[in-house]
């Protein structure tokens, strides 16, 4: 474990020198529900149609949408961080991962199964429809080794288990505060089997030594509270390297922000 609670000031506020990122509101067609979705694309400084790029899927927590990363300052963090010559250029992609019809922020039903379950299908909306669609429209750099998957709180939950379930697709894994469910757990009165046992939460042997893994949290999180501990531990039982990072903070952007400036300065290094 390692703390680091230093930021540069405005890392997430303003840009350096100009040099912004640009945005990009699109709309794909799912296969799974049926209809049109909607997904952010930020676009690095510079960017070239002649050069190819690898790509970071960044996921939103459980009352967010496509939406919810710009509230971290997104834009400013990749921008600087490049601006600074400390990360390479990258395209992010913010879909909306609540994998049903109805798929609005802040659901009347927000704390149930049924809800939760849309979040699970983000491994068969990103595999079927979003990466291809993002490599049909973008000039994308293909292999695990290019491709990242991060996120907070219930995006959390879904990076590792995107991650971990598909490693063959997933070079780098982020989970910010990342939630329950990836055990069996029972919370708030709801009850899930989890997404895995504890012995299947590792990396196979092939991906051990080519994956950057990383699970932050924050130092006073009341909502997903010992969550991220857990998954450490069993990751650390398992054989499985990783960075753990605590911040000072609770479930908010605070962390998430800085879980963010750490993780995209990991990725895409080899």
Known sequence: MKRNNIMPDGYNQKYIKGKGAKWCHLSYYSSITLSKRNLNVLIPYGYNEKKEYPVLY????????????????VEYIISNLLAEHKIKEFITV???IRVRADDKANPEDIFTLGHFKAFDMS???LEKNIMPFIENNFKIKKGRENTAVAGLSMGG???LYNGLARPGAFGYIGAFSPAYGIFSYTNNG?????LFTKEEFRLPDKYKDNTFLMIANGDNDMVTKEQAHQYHNVLMGNNTKHLYKIYIGGHDFTVWGKSLYEFVQHIFNV
């Open 58 to 73: 960044l996921l939103h927590g459980i009352g967010g949408d496509e939406n919810e990363w710009k509230d971290a300052g």
């Open 157 to 159: 939950r879904e990076a």
């Open 94 to 96: 913010m879909p909306n």
């Open 123 to 125: 491994i068969e909306e």
């Open 190 to 194: 709801i009850t899930e089997e989890g």
